[in-house]
């Protein structure tokens, strides 16, 4: 018999990663990943045979999830995983299921908050009993395992506490200043005046927050926050990896003090951070900065096909012993190649390089650099030709050749389903680099995902989006994760200005309502800044920038890009397609607010000036309750 509880504790450990997602084809889904033999343990995917297997043996699951390039999930999987006792418990006891949460991340997004690796206790029907935080060695995980075993024979095994997002949605009638007050006061929360970060003991290159910090500033006047930004900015500097390029991924407690870890994330994240600190100082360091952590992007995490790949490990191959990873990176080039390079994870995820685009169109617009650009669009052009399904939505992992040649941990690979996180971010990016180009292609491709995101994801029932489809294993409930709702909110308040359809724009504030409430909110701790911006979007409204001249005339060309270089989270730049606007004889441009637009403006050198008379709002301006 299993009864709720609260009494069953989450493990911590000091030793943790964290994160904190046709005409394509991919790879089948595997019986088994670290097969038997390796270890000892016979790993299956996460599938309903799995479940199944557990139940007609009657055996409780375990589930390892994390990722290819965390350190204490290595340690996990070549220490713990191949002790003795461990294997011995595990084949009598368990059937094991081996997750890669950036493959799934569905279900990485729903144990993020045990950091990687996180392992998870069920019953054959899917119910939680327990979930570890982080690496485990021999000597704790075995008790672990006993205790269990004991139990389950007792009968005494006990249900964890459901989280906020797996009961019925909350019914909240709020406004958008009521529900932006509280998502505010809770990452301001997070921020360390003293080591600047948000967070106090993971130091990281966090973009949303600094977003967001930079959209206060500009748009409400709180110019504190772009210091705070730029502070943190500077911090950063301390993980830059001064000789092969790249930031590290975390420094704990100060952030000198470094995780010797490179990931697409925190380096994608550093460099649109640095690219903003440039566009906003003009200050030669921060585009320094921002080209030492190119050289790493595209030096080492750049595939044939001008994609990205995924992180890159900490312990090179030949390193002598008594050598740790932080002493291998405060070497020069040549010493560092004696021992080896750190293996690479070739994995090629939508999410991740949606996540590099967007951080090289933020390098073009700060630089005008070309070659930033061309970075951005051969990516995006890559993952486009190769992933967007008939119904519009993104593949998530189509498997390529470095990626099949890899010593994997967990499973390679994803099976053909819309997850949220590649849909929201993937079309985000396609936004950005229509402004960027002024190519209506991928506003296009941009309106597909939107449509597949409804028609696969959307909520009639309660609003929001789900995670992913419903779980092929049968014993999950679909989740709405706060995040990457905000995310998709943020790229569907944009669609809708784009699109001229408030259709878009309603479904962004469904997501808000379902997501922007304190019960679901205040688990996430530091990780809103995605939802704070969502929420200034929604009630502060969006400019519309509009060029009134023909695409191919190299005087309206030269308007839009004098538009898209300048910083304005909520700008909509397009062509006048439906004359709403007077013939002048040449081209002009108009900036407008929900409230007035300004008078034609013909030269490039007037659009910013123009447009900065836009940008002091009253932060009280725009809706007060959300939009019905």
């Known amino acids: 018999m299993i009864r709720p509880t609260t009494a069953l504790l989450v493990a911590l450990t000091a030793a943790a990663c964290t994160d904190r997602g046709t005409g394509a084809t991919t790879t089948p889904a595997a019986a088994t990943s670290r097969p038997e033999g390796r270890d000892g343990i016979a790993w299956h995917t996460w599938s309903k045979a799995a479940f199944e297997q557990a139940r007609r043996e009657d055996k409780l699951v375990l589930v390892d999830v994390g990722i290819e390039g965390c350190t ?89 506490d459901p989280s906020p997002e797996a009961g019925d949605d909350p019914v909240v009638d709020a406004s958008w200043d009521e529900r932006r007050a509280d998502v505010v006061a809770q990452l301001d929360r997070a921020f360390d005046p003293e080591d600047p970060a948000w967070g106090r003991t993971q130091k990281m290159a966090l973009l949303p927050p600094l977003e967001h910090a930079y959209l206060r500033a500009h748009v409400f006047g709180e110019r504190i926050f772009a210091d705070r930004a730029l502070a943190v900015t500077r911090r950063m500097e301390a993980l830059l990896d001064t000789v092969w390029g790249g930031i590290f991924v975390a420094g704990i407690e100060r952030w000198e003090n ?148 890899d010593d994997r941990m967990r499973p390679d690979a994803s099976f053909e389903a819309p997850y949220l996180r590649p849909q929201a971010l993937f079309g985000l990016a396609l936004l950005e680099l229509h402004v960027a180009t002024g190519d209506g292609t991928y506003l296009a491709a941009a309106r597909r995902i939107a449509e597949g995101l409804e028609r696969r994801l959307w909520d009639d029932g309660g609003g929001g989006f789900f995670a992913g489809p419903e779980d092929p294993a049968g014993v999950l409930p679909r989740r709405k994760p706060v995040e990457d709702n905000a995310v998709a909110a943020r790229f569907l308040l944009l669609a809708g200005g784009y699109l001229r359809n408030d259709h878009w724009t309603n479904l962004a504030h469904g997501a808000l309502r379902a997501v922007a409430v304190p019960e679901r909110v205040r688990p996430e701790g530091r990780m809103i800044g995605n939802l704070a911006i969502a929420l200034d979007l929604a009630r502060s409204g969006l400019l519309d920038f509009t060029v009134d001249g023909a695409p191919s005339d190299p005087r309206s060309v030269a308007l839009w890009r004098a538009a898209a270089r300048i910083y304005e989270p909520r700008k909509v730049l397009a062509f006048d397609t439906e004359d709403h606007y007077p013939d002048r004889g040449r081209p002009a441009l108009y900036v407008c607010n929900d409230q007035a637009c300004s008078p034609p403006i013909y030269e490039p050198s007037e659009v910013a000036p123009a447009a900065a008379r836009f940008a002091a709002l009253d932060a009280t301006r725009g809706q007060t309750t959300p939009h019905r």
């Open 258 to 405: 470094f995780v010797p870890e490179k990931r697409i994330s925190s380096n994608a994240a550093a460099l649109f951070a640095f690219a903003l600190a440039y566009d906003r100082t003009r200050d030669d360091r921060f585009r320094d900065d921002a080209r030492t952590v190119d050289r790493f992007l595209r030096g080492f995490m750049r595939s044939p096909r001008g994609t990205f790949y995924t992180s890159q490990e900490d312990d090179a191959p030949s390193l002598p012993k008594g050598m740790d990873a932080r002493a291998y990176y405060r070497l020069g080039d040549q010493a560092r190649r004696a021992y080896g390079i750190p293996p690479i994870d070739h994995a090629e995820y939508t999410d991740k390089n949606a996540e590099a685009i967007r951080a090289y169109l933020a390098l073009f617009a700060a630089t005008g650099e070309r070659a930033a650009l061309d970075v951005a669009r051969t990516a995006a052009d890559r993952l486009l030709a190769d992933r967007q399904t008939d119904e519009g939505w993104m593949l998530q992992l189509v498997e390529t050749p470095e990626m099949a040649a």
């Open 72 to 160: 204490a999930c290595r340690w996990m999987a070549e220490d713990t995983y191949r002790h003795r006792r461990v294997v011995e418990l595990v084949r009598a006891h368990f059937v094991a299921i081996a997750v890669d949460a950036e493959a799934r991340p569905d279900i990485g997004e729903r144990y993020s908050a045990y950091a990687w690796p996180a392992t998870v206790f069920m019953t054959p029907d899917g119910t939680e009993i327990l979930a570890l935080r982080g690496n485990k060695r021999p000597r704790n995980f075995v008790p672990i395992l006993e205790e269990l075993v004991a139990r389950k024979a007792a009968g005494t095994l006990e249900a964890m």
